[in-house]
């Protein structure tokens, strides 16, 4: 089974700065098969990126990701209040799918 | 409009058994894999099991495989979780999931006694 270990844990930022989420794979994902998504307190999580870079429908295009092989990211250009969330990356290209730990982006 | 809508979860002593429904409409649910994943409240996300798209293909985590059982009824567009022998630790929120992009609201599964 792959694991994906999200970093940093927490990331305190304010409103307007950009976000660097990370997600590092025990292994190489195929094809690129990594996906992220966007969780808020009592709702369900939404889907951001596919593909490893690929925006989900409706996705603006603050969201954006990057990489390859076992090193992806997730870079939000500037953070809006609805930003400060939980994101967790997720593997599928190998069964079975597993997700990432998540960071959680609060409001400094 | 894609909706996704769990029903069966509560409250069920270790050993016991429930099942849940995913109903599914808007889209043409033959068409998709479905997924559920679940995530004790306030922890994070974890998957539990795939099922392709004329149900003759299924996965699952190591920590439900044996016990949990997925299917779905394409003529009723409704997906199926069929937990058995559950344990305090299977106790989270289940979200049915449409390949990678809907999810539903979730139903809690509260394992206790």
């Known amino acids: 089974e792959i694991v994906l270990t999200q970093s940093p844990g927490t990331l305190s930022l304010s409103p307007g700065e950009r976000a660097t989420l990370s997600c590092r794979a025990s292994?190489?994902?195929?094809?690129?098969?990594l996906a992220w998504y966007q969780q808020k307190p009592g709702q369900a999580p939404r889907l951001l990126i596919y593909?490893?870079?690929s925006r989900a429908t409706g996705i603006p295009d603050n969201f954006s990701g990057s990489g390859s092989g076992t090193d992806f990211t997730l870079t939000i250009s500037r953070l809006e209040p609805e930003d400060f969330a939980v994101y967790y990356c997720?593997?599928?290209?190998?069964?079975?799918?597993?997700f990432g730990q998540g960071t959680k982006v609060e409001i400094k | 409009e894609v909706q996704l809508v769990e029903s069966g979860g509560g409250l069920v002593q270790p050993g016991g058994s429930l099942r849940l429904s995913c109903a599914a409409s808007?889209?043409?649910?033959?068409?998709?894999?479905m997924h559920w994943v679940r995530q004790v409240p306030g922890k994070g996300l974890v998957w539990v099991s795939r099922?392709?798209?004329?149900?003759?293909?299924?996965g699952y985590a190591d920590s439900v495989k044996g016990r949990f059982t997925i299917s779905r009824d394409n003529a009723k567009n409704t997906l199926y979780l069929q937990m058995n022998s559950l344990r305090a630790e299977d106790t989270a929120v289940y979200y049915c999931?449409?390949?990678?992009?809907?999810w539903g609201q979730g139903t809690l599964v509260t394992v206790s006694s």
């Open positions: 292994q190489s994902v195929s094809s690129n098969f």
């Open positions: 999931q449409r390949s990678l992009d809907y």
């Open positions: 593909g490893a870079s």
């Open positions: 997720q593997q599928y290209g190998s069964p079975p799918n597993t």
């Open positions: 099922i392709n798209m004329d149900g003759s293909s299924t």
């Open positions: 808007g889209f043409t649910f033959s068409s998709f894999w």
